[in-house]
Nanobody
């Protein structure tokens, strides 16, 4: 009843930029937090950035000063602008959404399928 779909990943050069998008759709009453996580082979999934419904942001150390998260509440969409990309940014990027469905009282956690970002020189 809720779908979370990412887009915008792909190959990039060192120093280049990419913009990821993630849209949540379905039986949604309200969205609390939208976030981006990433997971590289052999590593644990880590928080990259998150944004609250009011626009408060929080960044992981890897993203500070290079990535910018934003959201469009009217479209239930979160974006992440990634600049000055490095090879170590190579990972699968996952969108995470904490929301409340129509007719439900408790918040629920949803993940997208992931989008691959590959940074090379």
């Amino acid at each position: 009843q809720v779908q979370v779909v990412e887009s915008g990943g792909g190959p990039a050069q060192v120093g280049g930029s990419l913009r990821l998008s993630c849209a949540a759709s379905g039986s949604i009453f309200s969205i609390y937090v939208m976030a981006w996580y990433r997971q590289a082979p052999g590593n644990q999934r880590e928080l990259v950035a998150q944004i609250s419904s009011g626009g408060t942001t929080n960044y992981g150390d890897s993203a500070k000063d290079r990535f910018t998260i934003s959201r469009d509440n009217a479209k239930n969409t979160v974006y992440m602008q990634m600049n000055s990309l490095k090879p170590e940014d190579t990972a699968v990027y996952y969108c995470n959404v904490v929301l409340r469905r129509v007719g439900k009282n408790a918040p629920e956690n949803y993940w997208g399928q992931g989008t691959q970002v590959t940074v090379s020189s």
